[in-house]
């Protein structure tokens, strides 16, 4: 078995371990046991096991994928490096880190896309969208826990989305025409939350009829 993995692994364990590797494969034969398979002989782990680990589903094997992603991603952005930027460019800095640990197997998300895509796993996929902005936002010091929360992660998402599909076909050097675009999104948010900011500003300043009539009751007594 893997060096990396304790005696008795669980398929748990398995399954995480085995992730990158699947995703390897996935670029020549799909999200598929094929894929499973050929990942297992290369860690050498028991073909049964391996294919225990994900039970043929495809969702499985993009999501444990995209689990170690998101620990690659933490990794490559720890606080202290993340501390001296602004929250916009602590989002940049994360999606970011992300692409470029996906770059390594660009093909093998594009079918992982595809996958999602399908109309029986929007589902699933709307939470792995989900789960990657949290962890973001997570990651950039966000501690919301109002509405706000939910915009956000809603937003980001959105960005990240968009953000992948320029990515799987961009072939400028260094992906630069992706970085710009997400620059641009980032940066169109920012000046929305802005707007927001200042109108709930002056709503709170605006003379209220509510506020008004409840002072004429509470004085008429």
């Not at 994928?65 to 602004?86: G, N, V």
Request: glycine share 4%; with cysteine.
């Amino acid at each position: 078995m893997m060096t990396d993995l304790p005696a008795d692994p669980t398929v748990d364990e398995i399954r995480a371990a085995l992730a990158p590797l699947v995703a390897r494969n996935a670029a020549f034969d799909g999200w598929s046991d094929a894929a499973v398979e050929a990942a297992a002989a290369q860690a050498k782990v028991a073909p049964a096991v391996a294919r225990l680990a994900f039970d043929g589903d495809a969702m499985a094997m993009i999501d444990a994928w995209f689990a170690d992603i998101d620990a690659h991603m933490i990794a490559a952005c720890p606080p202290e490096r993340l501390a001296s930027l602004s929250v916009r460019g602590r989002i940049q800095a994360l999606v970011e880190a992300r692409l470029v640990l996906l770059a390594r197997n660009r093909e093998a998300l594009r079918r992982a896309v595809a996958v999602l895509a399908m109309p029986n796993h929007l589902a699933r996929a709307a939470k792995l969208g989900w789960r990657a902005a949290d962890l973001m936002w997570r990651a950039a010091g966000d501690e919301a826990t109002d509405l706000n929360h939910y915009t956000k992660r809603t937003s980001l998402g959105a960005i990240y989305s968009a953000t992948l599909l320029c990515f799987l076909n961009d072939e400028s050097e260094d992906h630069a025409d992706t970085r710009a675009f997400l620059a641009r999104r980032l940066a169109a948010i920012g000046k929305w939350e802005k707007t927001k900011q200042r109108w709930r500003a002056r709503s709170e300043n605006r003379p209220s009829l509510a506020r008004f009539v409840g002072r004429l009751r509470y004085h008429a007594r």
